[in-house]
């Protein structure tokens, strides 16, 4: 310690004899795109820390020391100068507009490059296009915007999370990128405000995620919030849009005649009485359209706020934000309300001592139906239940159905009976303090928590369907005798410390030193307690305590509960040095530590490497005058994917609950044991990534290219591999499992700046292949993605092939004649219009063995276009994106039922010889199992989709002023205005419910078409 | 520059600290290595070795597809007593191809069966190798320590019926004793008897059993599995002394009315020897670690009844039945019938043109869980091991030792409670020699029938080809069923098949 401070001490000395001869140097400052001066304008003195910035006329004034002092003006969006002082103390500048954009600031992992010495690749999105189409989620904005990443929303339910790919499936687990918000790692970003952010990032080859070592592997997006710049002038702004929302397409279905018919065939094929309910199926007519009692158009509507300002001292920035979101099932049943507060102060202490505090408080309440799966959700009972049912009785009490003994219960009164709410409240904050040691070296250290509050009421009421308590027809599913209560409270907290150390030098020959070294420590904790009652004193929701149990005495509470953690300790190193302008090489090198990994394997290291070489520099780039800038990149590098291992899973735990119940009273006995084997050398999953890119802009910068190509490998994937049953426990996850992803990404920009009339496109595609390259010892294919219409998998996931592909039985057409049924010895069962399937190894028998590839859930490329144009007052924005030649499995009906409604494709099912070759017969018994899992439930699944159109009015100067304000926008918006597909379901844009889940339909909700209006307005 | 210091030294300190920082133990309960401690850890232990008996829907290891392997789809559905029925062909195919004896072995019927058998194994020989370790009452240790040894034994019983010789596994295994080989069927039965004659004496009569403790292992029902195990080695010499002393203890009697044995309220009762323990009311998911039975909404008519109507009693054995045997009534639905509080039984109503359904493990629509999904929550116990069951195979072994007369007297025992007082039916036997036997044999089929004993007895008596036969039984490999695909594979071939597969 004594050192320490001898050597601070010696440090503070050494900067005081550097103080010496000063004057005063003062000038304005303007842009070469406008009149008068250009306030906010960083001015430093090169190689000191002293700065001023311009007033609002663009003037400065600032004390310079040594006779050959040069001054950097730097301001965003505008090309860095550096001048020498003259002699009289006078200097303007007129600062270049940066059309390019090369001198921008691009956000990397612990700190910024400009762009045009980018080594590895990264994509961003600034404020501008975050904010062209109203997002209700910040990953949202991530969708079409960025090569290689691809965004799918995974529920159309407000409040619903999106998964996010970063070039391709890397792993059969956690497959999502790491979240890092203003340089804190966090667990969702559902928290932020989308107009609080500046920029997003997306780290998407190894090199330049390598710095976030074992959490980097699937990719890294940084988040960039809006502070205060410092010597901007107080400004306060208000947004505000209000929009409706609809669905944008019913499935066509059998009306009730139609259904009758049909299903009256079905049961007379298996050799059953037409029901006699539909004996008349001309007197049915139209009957229920569940589609149109289940959607409803909802409002949606958001406000929002901001302040900021900042100083040479200090900057604040003060926002806050409401959002509410009804969904378009069930509107309040399915809202969504987001309050946000956020306050971020930066001060400065004299000249080598900074601070700052930034903290978030966001509050969201989300009302939920249950969605995404064939059993409970009204979008699958909407599509499933029989139209004859008619929504309500006489007496007015929900109908149910006659026909449907389970799942596919009448969805309206599920929505009038559903009471599922969360509430979160959330404060993610850190605080930072930043020194300057010696001229270039800087020492930071950021302490963050994230704490988290999640409470779930749910309340599920007495009912009961039938008519009279002692209905013997009333199917089980359509009444609930005692009524019940569920309070879940969980609790996340987390915290991280970091120290990071940072070395910038600009050596004599011009070329430029960068050095970064960092040290984390991280803990994350959760518990949770769950506790239940039934028999309520009352239905009424309002009531639903847990303390209002009725049978209080003899029925106790059921309460469970648990806690968790795990920590992550971690020391990086980043050297970057820059050759002149010509070549950029940067190296990592991260070690990670973690509390998740088996105890042979707590640490790992991750390295990476990457350069740059900028062509522009050498002459016979430098000559071609229709080349604006060049460079080509390569790197390489290794990173980790930990976030997808739970907290003990290296370790054998004994868990309670292997109950047994004994005695007349059933009374049941705790049991406890283990359940699976332990695994000490448990660790990481290893992404390796090679990638070589091409960036150039052309014509004066107007034609702007980004290429990249790229090999990423995932090595030491976590699988379970069956172990032999005589083990008696279940396996561990094993790191026996590699993946290949590789792929090809462009970006092209073509930008047309006039006088009055400007505008830009932009457009992007990504073409990703996907294949399992291991699967551990014996290469046991996963089977995963089980549909209960067709009553079997779907998906494989096996050596050589894409993840989760879709596998079944090819199928050939329809046996048009009995004789030719019966000449197929592999399907005894089969009459004329069954379907055909393809007995693929010829052994007369259809097994398993049979099943081959039906479809490929992966897109051949997916692609985002994006246009602007403003003209005079007005602006423009149309995007669009889109996803092609991928497959999906739809698992919408519920055949093994029997009798639900189904698409009105089954009307051309097969009625004789020569009807049809596509739809087999209807049977109520289904002999020949038509409804297995077969290429018949696989459709193309591409789709284009105008995400977003919006125009906007600027008011014009007189008005504004008139008015005091500094700017005002007016707007109208629609999204997801038009979808073009081939797909029959309700929305192409199918999200996952795990990573081996792709593409499967099981009645997913779809996204809505929404019209806004929206105001902007700045002070 | 005070702040600086500070900082500083925060980082020298923290990453003094980092060692610990990492170590993780689990918040909540213990690790496998560290947790047999006290008494009531090995009550917990040997609770769980009960537990897996509740698995009759499997979440099978690895793939966490579902398997479901009820002891009526070996027992009945693949003999002559039952069809499979469900929804169609379709509905449990792997099950429709083993009934035409074309079963498969990838069926994960086969995978269910094995790997809840092993996992029953592995929580007993985990309890039989810590148990011993803990400072407790040397009573309650020597019990529990009997207890594992029993159910144990009921493993491998179910396991040498249906496989033959499998891996005899009688430790938790090492990562390099994974792959095991096959051992004999003659060294499991061995084991079998090992077991069960160790745990007999340790065991406490059902009599002195709480109402509390009712469902747990007895010395009642070890000799009874010990019955069985002989009875299917044909050891009739062993088979006989052991069911005399289960006869002779006066623990059992033969409930006095047939059709009560299957009510919710017949269920421990006065003839019960073993019985797999369900409840209604532990929630609703479908999987492992259930206390409720999906037997009852599997064996239910569909249609109205919510059920899914597997297991559909055949004419062939319908037509078993003596005339006016009430045991009929009591054990299969025919159209007409009333099905409990769900009402009226015809085709229409069910959907399907079935006309018989089995009735034993019907429950009213007022049983059904009071809350959560009801189908996986059905409440009727499994009954395993009845007193009629061991009366006939006294029956049985006394007529194979020769002693005719004991053997009619334990078999009108039998007729007589189905009798339930009216003389006008069911006649005492009289019969002696093979008509005895087939006297004994028939007895069984009715008495027994639906319970899942008839496929194992067939084979056991050696009828089998006899009586399967015209539906596709062939001797000398269809006695037992194929060795799952799967772990053959995953015993890197140390298992070899069973012939014929």
Redesign the interface.
């Known amino acids: 310690m004594r050192h320490l401070l001898t050597l601070t001490a010696l440090l503070s000395v050494g900067f005081g004899s550097l103080l010496a001869q000063t004057r005063v140097v003062q000038g304005t400052v303007g842009g070469s795109d406008m009149e008068g001066g250009l306030p906010g304008v960083t001015v430093v003195q090169k190689g000191t820390y002293t700065g001023a910035f311009t007033d609002l006329d663009g003037r400065y004034s600032i004390e310079v020391t040594g006779p050959d002092a040069k001054l950097t003006f730097s301001y965003i969006g505008y090309l860095e100068q550096t001048l020498a002082v003259p002699a009289d103390g006078k200097l303007d500048v007129i600062l270049e507009l940066d059309v390019t954009g090369l001198e921008e600031a691009v956000v990397i992992g612990y700190g910024n490059e400009k762009r045009s010495r980018i080594t590895g690749s990264v994509g961003t999105i600034d404020s501008k296009e975050i904010t062209s189409m109203p997002v209700l989620r910040t990953e949202q904005a991530l969708q079409g915007r960025a090569a290689g990443v691809q965004v799918t929303q995974n529920s159309g339910q407000p409040g619903s999370t999106q998964s996010i790919r970063i070039r391709g499936t890397g792993s059969l687990n956690n497959a999502e990128p790491l979240f890092v918000v203003d340089g804190i790692p966090q667990s969702g970003i559902d928290y932020l405000n989308p107009a609080d952010i500046e920029s997003i990032s997306v780290l998407k080859d190894a090199a330049s995620a390598a710095i976030y070592g074992a959490r980097g592997g699937n990719g890294v997006i940084l988040v960039t919030t809006k502070k205060g710049s410092a010597g901007a002038p107080p400004q306060i702004s208000y947004e505000t849009y209000y929009g409706i929302q609809e669905p944008w397409k019913y499935m066509a279905l059998l009306n009730a005649e139609e259904y009758g018919i049909l299903m009256n065939e079905s049961r007379v094929a298996a050799g059953l009485a037409p029901d006699p309910l539909l004996a008349n199926p001309a007197t049915l007519g139209e009957g229920t359209d569940w589609q149109d009692e289940i959607f409803q158009r909802a409002p949606i509507m958001n406000h929002s706020f901001s302040y900021t300002q900042g100083s040479s001292v200090g900057s604040t920035a003060i926002t806050g934000s409401y959002f509410t979101q009804d969904g378009i099932i069930g509107g309040e049943k399915g809202n969504f309300e987001r309050y946000t507060f956020r306050v971020n102060t930066t001060q400065t202490g004299g000249e080598r001592f900074r601070m700052g505090q930034n903290v978030n408080i966001t509050h969201l309440n989300r009302s939920a139906l249950a969605e995404n799966n064939e059993f409970t959700t009204p979008v699958v009972r909407a599509l499933n239940m029989d139209p004859t049912t008619p929504v309500t009785r006489p007496d007015g009490e929900y109908a149910y159905s006659q026909f449907i003994d389970s799942d596919i219960a009448n969805p309206a009164n599920q929505i009038a009976t559903t009471f599922d709410d969360w509430t979160t409240n959330r404060v993610v904050a850190n605080a930072f303090a930043e020194v300057d040691l010696l001229p270039g070296l800087s020492y930071r250290s950021t302490f963050s928590v994230d704490y988290s509050l999640g409470s779930q009421r749910i309340f599920f009421p007495t009912y009961d369907l039938g008519i009279g308590a002692n209905d013997p027809n009333r199917p089980a599913y359509e009444f609930r005798p005692v009524n019940s209560v569920v309070r879940a409270e969980n609790q996340w907290a987390n915290w991280q410390w970091e120290q990071v150390a940072r070395y910038d030098r600009e050596l004599k020959n011009g070329n430029e030193l960068n050095l970064i070294a960092g040290y984390s420590a991280l803990k994350n904790t959760y518990q949770n307690v769950v506790a239940s009652r039934d028999s309520l004193t009352t239905n009424d929701p309002e009531q639903a305590f847990l303390d209002n149990s009725l049978n209080a005495a003899e029925q106790s509470p059921r309460a469970s509960g648990g806690w968790g953690e795990s920590s992550f300790l971690s020391s990086f190193l980043r050297g970057s040095y820059a050759i002149g302008d010509e070549w950029n090489v940067s190296a990592t090198v991260r070690r990670d530590g973690s509390s998740r990994f088996g105890i042979n394997n707590r640490y790992g290291w991750f390295p990476s490497a990457s350069v740059a070489w900028n062509l522009t520099e050498r002459p016979w780039v430098d000559e071609k005058d229709w080349i604006e800038f060049l460079k080509v990149r390569a790197s390489w590098g290794m990173n980790g994917n930990a976030d997808g291992i739970g907290n003990y899973d290296y370790t054998s735990i004994v868990i309670n609950g292997l109950n047994y119940t004994f005695g007349p009273d059933q009374q049941q006995v705790n049991g406890a044991g283990p359940v699976v084997t332990s695994n000490p050398d448990l660790k990481w999953e290893t992404v390796s990534q090679s990638n070589i890119g091409v960036d150039a802009d052309l014509f004066e910068g107007k034609f702007n290219i980004i290429l990249d190509a790229f090999v990423k490998q995932t090595n030491d994937m976590l699988a379970v591999v069956p172990i032999a049953g005589v083990v008696g426990f279940n396996p561990s996850p094993t790191n026996v499992a590699s993946a290949r992803n590789a792929g090809v990404e462009l970006a092209l920009g073509y930008q047309h700046v006039g006088e009055d009339f400007s505008y830009n496109i932009n457009g992007n595609v990504s073409v990703i292949r996907n294949k399992v390259t291991n699967l551990g010892e014996g290469g046991q294919p996963i089977s995963s993605g089980n549909v209960f219409g067709s009553g079997d998998f779907t998906a494989l996931t096996e050596i050589g092939m894409p993840m989760a592909y879709f596998h079944g039985f090819e199928t050939a057409g329809v046996f048009q004649t009995q004789a030719e049924a019966d000449a197929n010895e592999a399907q005894p069962d089969a009459v004329a219009g069954d379907l055909i399937f393809v007995d693929q190894n010829g052994d007369g028998v259809l097994d398993n063995d049979d099943k081959v590839m039906i479809g490929n859930p992966h897109p051949d490329f997916t692609y985002g276009l994006n246009f602007n144009a403003s003209k005079g007052p007005f602006d423009l924005n149309v995007f669009l994106q889109g996803s092609h030649g991928n497959d999906l499995y739809n698992g919408i009906f519920r055949y093994d039922l029997n009798m639900t409604n189904l698409p009105i494709s089954a009307l051309e099912r097969w009625t004789g010889e020569g009807s049809t070759n596509e739809q087999p017969r209807l049977s109520h018994t289904d002999p020949n199992r038509n409804n297995r899992v077969s290429d018949r439930f696989v459709e193309d699944g591409s789709y284009m989709r105008i995400k977003n159109v919006q125009l906007g009015y600027n008011l014009p100067e007189s008005v504004l002023d008139r008015l005091s304000l500094e700017k005002c926008r007016v707007y109208l918006a629609a999204t997801n205005l038009f979808t073009f597909t081939k797909y029959s379901g309700l929305d192409p844009e199918v999200g996952t419910r795990g990573t081996l889940e792709i593409g499967i339909d099981r009645g997913f909700y779809p996204s809505p078409r929404m019209f806004m209006a929206g105001l902007n307005v700045t002070f | ?1 005070k ?3 500070l ?5 020298v300190a ?2 003094g600290c ?1 060692q610990e ?4 133990e ?8 560290n ?1 047999y401690q006290t008494a009531g ?1 090995a ?9 897996p ?2 698995q009759e829907v499997t979440t099978l ?3 966490g ?1 579902l398997a479901t392997h009820f002891r009526w789809y070996f027992g009945d559905i693949v003999s002559d007593d039952a069809d499979k029925g469900g ?5 449990e ?1 792997e099950l429709f191809l083993f009934e035409q004896f074309a079963g ?1 072995d ?1 069926a994960r019927m086969l ?1 269910g069966e ?2 809840s058998a ?6 007993c ?2 309890a039989l190798a810590n148990i011993p370790n803990i400072d407790m009452d040397s009573f309650d240790k020597e019990r529990f320590l009997a207890e594992a040894k029993f159910i144990r034994a009921y493993w491998y019983f179910n396991l040498v019926t249906t496989f033959g010789g499998v ?1 005899l ?1 009688l430790d ?2 090492a ?1 390099s004793e ?3 080989p096959r051992a004999t069927a003659e060294a499991i039965w061995d084991q079998i008897e090992t077991d069960l004659t160790e745990a007999a004496p340790r065991l406490p009569y059902r009599s002195a059993l ?7 292992a007895t010395r009642g029902a070890a000799n009874a599995m010990l019955l069985k195990a002989y009875a299917y080695q044909s050891k009739w010499s062993e088979a006989l002394p052991i069911a005399e002393e289960i006869v002779g203890s006066g623990e059992y009697a033969l409930a006095p009315d047939y059709g009560s044995i299957f009510t919710l309220e017949g ?2 009762g006065p003839g019960s020897i073993f019985e797999i ?3 209604n ?2 929630g609703g998911n479908w999987g492992n ?1 259930l ?1 409720g039975t999906f037997t009852n909404v599997f064996q239910r008519a ?3 009844f ?1 059920g899914y109507g597997f297991n559909l009693p055949t004419e062939d054995f319908v037509s078993e039945f003596e005339p006016g045997d009430p045991r009929l009534g009591a054990t299969v639905f025919q159209e007409g019938d009333v099905m409990g ?3 009226l039984f015809t ?2 109503a069910t ?3 079935y006309p018989y359904y089995p009735k034993k493990y019907f429950t009213n ?1 007022a049983d ?1 869980a ?2 959560g999904d ?2 996986p929550n059905g409440p009727s116990n499994d009954r395993v091991i009845r007193y009629a069951d061991v009366l006939l195979l006294h029956a049985e072994a006394a007529y194979h030792n020769g002693f005719e007369d004991i053997a009619r007297q334990s078999l009108n025992l039998v007729r007589e409670r189905a009798r339930g007082g009216d003389n006008t039916i069911l006649p005492d036997v009289t019969a002696s020699g093979a008509d005895l036997l087939d006297a004994i044999y028939h007895e069984r089929r009715v008495e027994l029938g639906l319970e899942g004993h008839r496929f194992f007895d067939l084979v056991r008596q050696g009828r089998a080809a006899d009586v399967l036969g015209p539906l596709g039984f062939v001797q000398g490999t269809h006695e037992i069923f194929p060795i ?1 695909s ?2 053959i ?3 890197g071939g140390l298992i070899e098949q069973n012939p014929g597969y």
């Open positions: 520059m702040p600086t210091t900082l500083l030294l925060g980082t923290f990453a980092k920082f990492l170590e993780a689990p918040l909540v309960g213990s690790t496998a290595a947790y850890d009550e917990a232990a040997i609770v769980a070795c009960y537990n008996l509740q290891q690895g793939s597809q929804s169609g062909d379709g509905d195919p498969q990838n995978l094995w790997q092993y996992r029953g194994i592995a929580y020989n985990l891996p596994v938790n295994l990562p994974y792959q095991q709480s109402l509390n403790e009712l469902g747990r269920e421990n323990q369900f409840m009311a532990s670690s206390e569909r249609g109205q919510g509080d769900r009402g085709t229409d959907g399907f043109p629509a059904e009071p809350f009801p189908n799952p799967a772990e594979t995953l015993s």
